[in-house]
């Protein structure tokens, strides 16, 4: 008789968007008048800028033709979008990477969920707290967490670093004596929206090399920062090759949510004794990853073109202007407000005498707009709530104005 992977049994109910979705449908089935505004999800609304779609046109033609047909993709990725990648993304920031250490793939979810596969199962994570739950629960699903405390809304075995108001929402540096193997960390932030300046992630670097920990660095929302100083890749750091990974995405900087596209970088250096991570990375990849689609990769190297690079600017500050309209509009309310300046998110604080899911019913049956409860993201989230910037400019301003008449 054959088994279930019983860490899937240690789930508590059903996935934080799931539940969001099932209220919305709920809602919506016995309101069919109401308009509903969805500031919830972080999915992107604008199409695809006219240099990426030129660029598909093109490369599905090749794929019409015998004698520029391509069949599988190489498991790491086509040169030219590496290439592309080292130049634009990092040597031109100063950043010392090569095209093979960056590992193409279709999104920056299934690297941040799988690449836990490749350190052993007695590593200790650590997380912020509120955290982008894919972290966590992948990290559940391979068995390196202990058991869900319901009460608590936390795992054991896990080390949860408080992002609060009084930090500004960037955690402190674990304790030496317990300091884990694997941190996880993500700026521009998800959910909270916060930042860390070059000299704050230059701390954490140092606390990894000295305590042997990789960092695992989600930077998915690095093209809305607006800021100087704030850095856009942990490699702007000194001595990152030696403890760090990163993780990006085309799919908030360039809209590619739906034909996904993201990469992994690890640089040659980072080792554990003599065993490269970047070797047991490649292997993992050659395994399981046929690699993303020809025309989706034309699409990428698009996105790094002058024509590509001008309208994504445009594309980007539509929804920085969501961002600033949200954040703008909520402050002019008495709102403590925080996120939106380098961040599509904006992170509120909910109402005196509300919880973060009282908070949610409140917009969503009173104004019928619908956010995300602060608490789906960990214990820290509880009393707060996020709202994206990725709606039309339009549903944008009609939900601010909606929350003021309330
Ligand atoms: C922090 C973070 N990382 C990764 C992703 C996923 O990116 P992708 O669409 O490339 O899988 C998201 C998506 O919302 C995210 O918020």
Known sequence: MYKINENYSKFPGSYLFSTIGKKVRVYGEAHPEKKIIRLGIGDVTQPLAPAIVDALHKAVDEMGRGETFHGYAPDLGYAFLRETI??????????????????????????????????????????CDPVYPVYVDSNVMAGRTGTYDRERGTWSDV?????????????????????????????????TGSVITKEGLQKWVDYANQAGAVILYDAAYEAYITEDNIPHSIFECRGARGCAIEFRSFSKNAGFTGLRLGFTVIPKELKCGNVSLHSLWARRHGTKYNGAPYIVQRAGQAVYSQEGRAQLKEQIGYYQRNAAYIFDGLKSMGYTVSGAVNSPYIWLKTPEGMNSWEFFDHLLERVNVVGTPGSGFGPSGEGYFRLTAFGSYENTVEAVERIKAL
């Open 86 to 127: 080292a130049e634009c993304d990092y040597r031109s920031r100063g950043c010392d990477i090569e095209a093979d250490e960056i590992f193409i793939s279709d999104g920056a979810k299934c690297d941040c969920g799988n690449i836990q596969e490749i350190f052993s199962l007695d590593n200790r994570i650590a997380v």
């Open 159 to 191: 080390i949860y670093m408080p992002c609060t108001a009084e930090n500004d929402f960037v955690p402190e540096l674990p304790e030496k004596e317990n300091a884990p193997d694997l941190i996880y960390l993500c700026f521009p932030n998800n959910p």
